[in-house]
């Protein structure tokens, strides 16, 4: 008996916490990979990265979300396929992306500090021309479009290779897994948890 309480002595704990890391896992924080170019230099390929479950969306916040359903364009993926972006704008937003690289959102200017000048002008506005283009998204000086309820638009920091907005549409909220967090020591850390707009 004396040794069946010594094991459960130590085996419990352990469970225990297995069980409270299952939780936060599910309910709160998660590692996720980065799997390819779309958000480079800000994140790289293979990078891992926190997810936060229950941080609130924000625009120019970076969130992960189950592509699967969404990217209708892409044929080859699973229901465990998901994918990196950065919120553009959010529900009821009236987005304006202009000739000269220029991103507007309900009227106001909107700073994009986290790219290149290059990214924001031939990056977004030179989609490819191998992918359809998304219905309800329109680029350019003078054409604005409104960003229909419960959804959101994304577009990778690599625009110039990012399969995003632009081509599959608006994420809708319930597929949004959650919100990308890197540790104070990634040199990128400013760009990715909090950017500040400069407007």
Avoid: C
Wanted: glycine content about 8%.
């Amino acid at each position: 008996m004396k040794a069946v309480k010594n094991i459960l002595s130590w085996v419990i704990p352990i469970l225990v916490g297995f069980l409270i890391a299952a939780v936060i896992k599910t309910f709160f924080v998660s590692v996720v990979k980065v799997d390819g170019t779309s958000m480079y230099p800000n994140l790289q390929n293979n990078e891992r990265v926190l997810m936060l479950h229950k941080a609130k969306i924000k625009r120019d916040s970076v969130v992960v979300f189950d592509a699967y359903g969404v990217d209708q364009n892409n044929t080859g993926l699973t229901k465990d396929t998901k994918y990196v972006k950065r919120v553009i704008a959010l529900p009821g937003d009236t987005v304006e992306y202009r000739d000269d690289g220029q991103l507007f959102v309900n009227g106001k200017f909107r700073s994009q500090g986290y790219i290149t000048s290059q990214q924001q002008v031939d990056g977004t506005l030179k989609v490819a021309a191998n992918l359809p283009k998304a219905k309800g998204v329109v680029l350019g000086t003078g054409s604005t479009f409104k960003v229909p309820k419960g959804k959101y638009f994304v577009l990778g920091d690599n625009r110039s290779v990012s399969n995003d907005s632009r081509y599959y549409g608006f994420v809708p909220r319930k597929k949004i897994l959650g919100v990308v967090k890197v540790p104070f020591w990634n040199g990128k850390h400013d760009l990715i948890n909090s950017y500040q707009r400069a407007d």
